[in-house]
């Protein structure tokens, strides 16, 4: 008998369903909350309102991608945390409505583990043990993985993470929501002119709250000079600001592998769709002779597919989770 177990992630503002069927992802379906460009990120109280409009298709999309139907399910999975309260609670709430109709089990996921597993939504896979960077809107971490269901972080940052760094420039320079993409984009049409600093912290862990606090007085430094600065220099700086955030980010990843001395070394999180990230890590592997795993972009971002392989897992360890258990906002991996 097969073992399928339907999984959910609502943890910020993408409404994600994932049907998994011994290890193998059969559809991995997203729905995008648009709206919140009108107001330059994410709004918790519209997110949870539009989690509660789409988690219903979007779950029943997914059932019919994958040709199984709800009665087949032997578990069902779900982000109970970090992340948005008011968008965890839709998540959580369907996910336990649905077992206990059907009689089956439940598996909490933790978010950022589940970033990590997106490595084993399909090939290639690396081999344990890896370390992984991962880095999105609210985290940033190097993680030593050492099975499936055994992790460390041995660095992460100790204010804001780089991804919030890429949208809080964005907002500086005019750009839409979410930065990230418009940025690398950009970045790709620039030169690497301008310089910023790159913050002394000591060991693995990573400050990004300095940096973003240089950007702004640099751009308000040049717009007195010309008003006109930023649309002239638009492509440069996003260039110079990305060509930081990645050195800062190698840097600490290239210290992180001479202290383990493990050469299997992947990213994973939003910020590993980012171009100038994944040429970095591809060019250094080969120079230094490191395995280098990058998860393809739909497994970078937040999605359903992560937290079903990482359901698996646990379903296979019978870590299953009580009816009465309740979403975290804030939650420690490990």
Same mark, same amino acid.
């Given at each position: 008998?097969?073992?399928?177990?339907?999984?959910?992630?609502?943890?910020?503002?993408?409404?994600?369903?994932?049907?998994?069927?011994?290890?193998?992802?059969?559809?991995?379906?997203?729905?995008?909350?648009?709206?919140?460009?009108?107001?330059?990120?994410?709004?918790?109280?519209?997110?949870?309102?539009?989690?509660?409009?789409?988690?219903?298709?979007?779950? @029943?999309? &997914?059932?019919? %991608? !994958?040709?199984?139907?709800?009665?087949? #399910?032997?578990?069902?999975?779900?982000?109970? *945390? $970090?992340?948005?309260?008011?968008?965890?609670?839709?998540?959580?709430?369907?996910?336990?409505?649905?077992?206990?109709?059907?009689?089956?089990?439940?598996?909490?996921?933790?978010?950022?583990?589940?970033?990590?597993?997106?490595?084993?939504?399909?090939?290639?896979?690396?081999?344990?043990?890896?370390?992984?960077?991962?880095?999105?809107?609210?985290?940033?971490?190097?993680?030593?993985?050492?099975?499936?269901?055994?992790?460390?972080?041995?660095?992460?940052?100790? @204010?804001? &993470?780089?991804? %919030? !760094?890429?949208?809080?420039?964005?907002? #500086?320079?005019?750009?839409?929501?979410?930065? *990230? $993409?418009?940025?690398?984009?950009?970045?790709?049409?620039?030169?690497?002119?301008?310089?910023?600093?790159?913050?002394?912290?000591?060991?693995?862990?990573?400050?990004?709250?300095?940096?973003?606090?240089?950007?702004?007085?640099?751009?308000?430094?040049?717009?007195?000079?010309?008003?006109?600065?930023?649309?002239?220099?638009?492509?440069?700086?996003?260039?110079?600001?990305?060509?930081?955030?990645?050195?800062?980010?190698?840097?600490?990843?290239?210290?992180?592998?001479?202290?383990?001395?493990?050469?299997?070394?992947?990213?994973?999180?939003?910020?590993?769709?980012?171009?100038?990230?994944?040429?970095?890590?591809?060019?250094?592997?080969?120079?230094?002779?490191?395995?280098?795993?990058?998860?393809?972009?739909?497994?970078?971002?937040?999605?359903?597919?992560?937290?079903?392989?990482?359901?698996?897992?646990?379903?296979?360890?019978?870590?299953?989770?009580?009816?009465?258990?309740?979403?975290?906002?804030?939650?420690?991996?490990?």
């Amino acid at each position: 008998m097969r073992t399928i177990i339907l999984a959910i992630e609502s943890s910020c503002d993408d409404t994600s369903a994932s049907v998994i069927a011994d290890g193998e992802i059969l559809s991995n379906c997203v729905a995008n909350q648009e709206i919140h460009r009108l107001y330059g990120g994410v709004v918790p109280e519209v997110a949870s309102r539009a989690h509660q409009a789409n988690i219903i298709p979007v779950v @029943d999309r &997914a059932l019919r %991608e !994958a040709g199984v139907d709800k009665a087949e #399910l032997s578990a069902v999975a779900f982000t109970r *945390g $970090p992340g948005l309260i008011g968008s965890l609670i839709v998540g959580v709430s369907f996910a336990k409505g649905l077992a206990m109709s059907l009689g089956i089990p439940l598996v909490e996921v933790h978010h950022m583990q589940a970033h990590v597993l997106a490595h084993f939504a399909e090939a290639p896979r690396p081999d344990f043990p890896f370390l992984c960077l991962t880095v999105s809107g609210g985290h940033t971490q190097i993680v030593v993985v050492r099975d499936f269901l055994e992790m460390e972080v041995i660095g992460s940052t100790i @204010d804001d &993470a780089a991804g %919030e !760094a890429f949208d809080k420039t964005g907002k #500086l320079l005019g750009l839409d929501y979410p930065a *990230g $993409p418009h940025i690398d984009r950009l970045a790709r049409q620039g030169t690497a002119r301008f310089e910023f600093p790159e913050p002394q912290i000591p060991d693995l862990d990573f400050s990004f709250s300095g940096l973003k606090t240089s950007i702004l007085y640099f751009l308000k430094k040049e717009l007195k000079k010309d008003p006109d600065f930023i649309k002239d220099n638009l492509a440069d700086i996003c260039a110079s600001v990305q060509d930081r955030i990645v050195s800062i980010l190698m840097k600490k990843l290239r210290l992180a592998v001479e202290q383990t001395d493990i050469r299997e070394v992947a990213i994973a999180g939003g910020v590993s769709a980012n171009s100038g990230l994944r040429n970095a890590l591809e060019s250094t592997g080969r120079e230094l002779g490191w395995r280098t795993y990058i998860p393809a972009f739909e497994y970078c971002t937040d999605n359903a597919a992560m937290i079903a392989v990482t359901a698996y897992h646990k379903y296979l360890r019978k870590e299953f989770a009580p009816l009465d258990i309740r979403p975290v906002a804030r939650w420690e991996m490990g």
